[in-house]
Structures are given as structure tokens and as C-alpha cells.
């Protein structure tokens, strides 16, 4: 079995900064493209950034500049800094990611998702 943990996520004024972390742990063989996304109450999920194996990214434009998206493969974690923050910000944040864990096939996998709120 394979797991996605977030943490990170927590309360902050608008302008402030947040780090949230997504570690995969279990039966991990590889991991492929990694990515967050978010869920504001009354909205559809939508994606905030990806980074595939190799370090390529790609950010929603509500982010860019914004935030950072990095990955430690030897720690089998994702990183998202997240900084000037907005209220708009403000939603359930998850980690998705599609990993192996034999030598064929992968699967895609979801976290359950760390809250992120800010004030104004």
C-alpha cells in the first residue's frame, strides 16, 4: 500500500508564507509527476503546480511567482512554498501523485488534504 501525507497548512494573514510537504511512504517503487492541487468550499478541484521526475514544472497562473514547487526524490516528498499569500488562497490543498510500485504499471494516488486558510 502507498500513502500520501500532507502537512504544512495552518492559518496566516494575507502576505504571509506557508510550506506545505506531501511524503510518500509504503510500497514506493517510483514516483512520476507529483502535483498539488486545491479545493475552495463550492469549487472544483483545480490544479496548482506539477513536477515531473526530472524537475519540470508547471503553475496555474493564479500562482505563478507566487509559489515554489520542488521535490526531494531520495525523501519521496514534494514541497509547495507557498508566499504573498491571498485570501483567495484559501482552500483544502492535495497532493496528487503517480507512482509504481512494481517494475510495470503506475497508479495515481491522492492525499487527504491539509487546510489552508488566510486572512485579510
Known amino acids: 500500500q502507498v500513502q500520501l501525507v500532507e502537512s504544512g497548512g495552518g492559518l496566516v494573514q494575507a502576505g504571509g508564507s506557508l510550506r506545505l510537504s506531501c511524503a510518500a511512504s509504503?510500497?514506493?517503487?517510483?514516483?512520476?509527476?507529483m502535483a498539488w492541487y486545491r479545493q475552495a468550499p463550492g469549487k472544483q478541484r483545480e490544479l496548482v503546480a506539477a513536477?515531473?521526475?526530472?524537475?519540470?514544472?508547471n503553475y496555474a497562473d493564479s500562482v505563478k511567482g507566487r509559489f515554489t514547487i520542488s521535490r526531494d526524490n531520495a525523501k519521496n516528498t514534494m514541497y509547495l512554498q507557498m508566499n504573498s499569500l491571498k485570501p483567495e488562497d484559501t482552500a483544502r490543498y492535495y497532493c496528487?501523485?503517480?507512482?509504481?510500485?512494481?517494475?510495470?504499471?503506475?497508479?495515481?494516488?491522492w492525499g487527504q488534504g491539509t487546510q489552508v486558510t488566510v486572512s485579510s
Open positions: 496528487n501523485a503517480e507512482i509504481m510500485t512494481g517494475i510495470i504499471g503506475s497508479t495515481n494516488y
Open positions: 513536477i515531473t521526475s526530472s524537475g519540470s514544472t
Open positions: 509504503g510500497s514506493v517503487f517510483r514516483l512520476h509527476t
